[in-house]
Nanobody
Framework: QVRLVESGGGLVQAGGPLRLSCAAS????????MGWFRQAPGKEREFVAA???????YYRDSVKGRFTISGDHAKNTLYLQMNSLKPEDTAVYYC?????????????????WGQGTQVTVSS
C-alpha cells in the first residue's frame, strides 16, 4: 500500500495557474499508474488525469491542453500543473495510485488515495 499526501491547493482567480503535488511513500515500486481525481459538492468523483508506468498519459477532455500530469521518481512525487483555470474546476482534488493494470480512467482499481486538497477558482 502507498501513502499519498496532496498539497498545493488554494484560491486562484479564473485564468490563473496552480500546481498540485502528491508525495508518495511506502510500496512505491509496485505502482503501475498514478492519477488525479476530483470531486465537487453534490457530484461524484471524476477522473482528471493519469500517468502509467511506461509514461503514457491520459486526460479527461475538459482539461486537455490546460492540465499536465508528470512525476519525479527520484522524489517520489506526482504533479498536476493546472493552467487557464475555470470556475468549473473548483473541487477537492485527490491523488491515487494503483498496483494493477486496467482502465486508468476509472477510480475502481486504484488501491491508495490521499486525503485531498481543495482548489477554488473564483470568477
Amino acid at each position: 500500500q502507498v501513502r499519498l499526501v496532496e498539497s498545493g491547493g488554494g484560491l486562484v482567480q479564473a485564468g490563473g495557474p496552480l500546481r498540485l503535488s502528491c508525495a508518495a511513500s511506502g510500496r512505491t515500486l509496485t505502482s503501475y499508474a498514478m492519477g488525479w481525481f476530483r470531486q465537487a459538492p453534490g457530484k461524484e468523483r471524476e477522473f482528471v488525469a493519469a500517468i502509467a508506468d511506461g509514461g503514457n498519459t491520459y486526460y479527461r477532455d475538459s482539461v486537455k491542453g490546460r492540465f499536465t500530469i508528470s512525476g519525479d521518481h527520484a522524489k517520489n512525487t506526482l504533479y498536476l500543473q493546472m493552467n487557464s483555470l475555470k470556475p468549473e474546476d473548483t473541487a477537492v482534488y485527490y491523488c491515487a495510485a494503483r498496483t494493477s493494470v486496467g482502465n486508468f480512467r476509472l477510480s475502481a482499481g486504484y488501491d491508495s488515495w490521499g486525503q485531498g486538497t481543495q482548489v477554488t477558482v473564483s470568477s
